[in-house]
């Protein structure tokens, strides 16, 4: 890249004909010749703000089944229209957040997760395949079951119960051991051992006999 300089350009002097393609030559093509844009022929240090049509340092390619693993790339939050500073997640010993496009992989490492909900379509961990018999004379069949939980607020009269298609968004047709697979306790004082509740079927609702207090459930529902 040409090097500017604007030593002559002062009061007094002669422009000469350097003075301009140096212009030319640092902006346009580096020959120089027309400049029908801004051509980067070297570095450009400092902040550029603004609006590109065509940046060629900023290609995008749709490499969709390169087996090469990626850094995922990230900008400070929340999101606004001023300009951010692109970051590159490398964990501070290279091993953050990476995606491969050969086999469509987003590796993370992750603890728990403080709130969630649950996934219909996902592999390991969100659903389970598992053999379950109605009765002990039918032969064991496979299907996926979807685990769920909660806790169901005891209410004086009424007791404790859970509507499964409203908190759920399912309807057991075959009840317990065929869709449906539930245990229960109360949810009692530390000092105090756990009592366990029987949950009763009515339609989408399940009730939690005889509970005095909040229960606490968890089990299964076969898709």
Same mark, same amino acid.
């Given at each position: 890249?040409? /090097?500017?300089?604007?030593?002559? @350009?002062?009061?007094?002097? /002669?422009?000469?004909?350097?003075? @301009? ?7 346009? /093509?580096?020959?120089?010749? /027309? ?18 049509? %065509? ?7 749709? %490499?969709?089944?390169?087996? $090469? ?5 990230? !900008?400070?939050?929340? #999101? ?10 490398? *964990? ?10 050969? $086999?469509?992989?987003?590796?993370? !490492?992750?603890?728990?997760?403080? $709130? ?6 996902? *592999? ?13 004379? %039918? ?10 939980? *909660? ?30 697979? @539930?245990?229960? %306790? ?8 756990? #009592? ?15 509970? $005095? ?11």
């Amino acid at each position: 890249m040409a /090097t500017l300089d604007n030593s002559n @350009i002062v009061n007094g002097n /002669t422009v000469e004909t350097t003075d @301009i393609t140096q212009l030319y030559t640092a902006l346009g /093509t580096g020959n120089p010749g /027309t400049i029908t844009g801004l051509v980067m022929t070297g570095s450009l240090k400092g902040d550029v703000q603004g609006t590109s049509t %065509n940046a060629n340092f900023a290609r995008i390619n749709n %490499n969709t089944t390169s087996p $090469t693993i990626y850094s995922v790339l990230f !900008t400070d939050s929340p #999101v606004s229209s001023a300009n951010k500073q692109i970051y590159a997640d490398s *964990g501070s010993d290279g091993s953050g957040m990476h995606y491969q496009p050969s $086999t469509d992989t987003l590796t993370v !490492t992750a603890s728990f997760a403080v $709130t969630a909900s649950h996934a219909l379509n996902a *592999g390991g961990g969100s659903s389970l395949t598992m053999a379950t018999t109605p009765d002990s004379q %039918n032969p064991a069949t496979s299907a996926t079951w979807i685990p769920i939980a *909660g806790v169901a607020q005891y209410f004086a009269g009424p007791g404790a119960s859970v509507d499964l298609f409203t908190i759920f968004g399912f309807a057991p047709v075959g009840g317990f051991g065929v869709d449906l697979i @539930i245990t229960a %306790n109360e949810i009692v004082s530390p000092s105090s051992p756990a #009592v366990t509740i029987s949950p009763s079927l009515n339609v989408n609702v399940v009730t939690f006999e005889g509970a $005095t207090a909040n229960v606490m459930y968890q089990g299964w529902y076969r898709l």
